[in-house]
Nanobody, 124 residues
Framework: QVQLVESGGGLVQAGGSLRLSCAAS????????MGWFRHPPGKEREFVGY????????YYTDSVKGRFTLSRDNAKNTVYLQMNSLKPEDTAVYYC?????????????????WGQGTQVTVSS
């Protein structure tokens, strides 16, 4: 069982930055690929990016490439989403999710555990 807790959300002006954190419980954190998703108001949940268990591989959806960066510190059981050059359309509840070893991708159904989400609001 893995429990995930996101933090770091808030209100920021367009062009600003935020860093989201996702802290995980458990002793096998490095075996999980970690994904981030977001749920904009009035829209469907969408994939943001994922990072492999070792942190050596990352993948991002096109709308955040070059602006968002994923990293992880397996010693601290934490994954980070650095968000720069934020836009109003980045406004959403952001969720981190954990996928079992060897499984990773953009489909939310492959992720076994989810955090409660953190709100990010970008004002224009």
């Amino acid at each position: 069982q893995v429990q995930l807790v996101e933090s770091g959300g808030g209100l920021v002006q367009a062009g600003g930055s935020l860093r989201l954190s996702c802290a995980a419980s458990g002793r096998t954190f490095s075996s999980y690929a970690m994904g981030w998703f977001r749920h904009p108001p009035g829209k469907e949940r969408e994939f943001v990016g994922y990072i492999s268990g070792s942190g050596s591989s990352t993948y991002y959806t096109d709308s955040v490439k070059g602006r968002f960066t994923l990293s992880r510190d397996n010693a601290k059981n934490t994954v980070y989403l650095q968000m720069n050059s934020l836009k109003p359309e980045d406004t959403a509840v952001y969720y981190c999710a954990a996928a079992a070893a060897g499984v990773w991708g953009t489909n939310p159904n492959i992720y076994n555990y989810w955090g409660q989400g953190t709100q990010v609001t970008v004002s224009s």
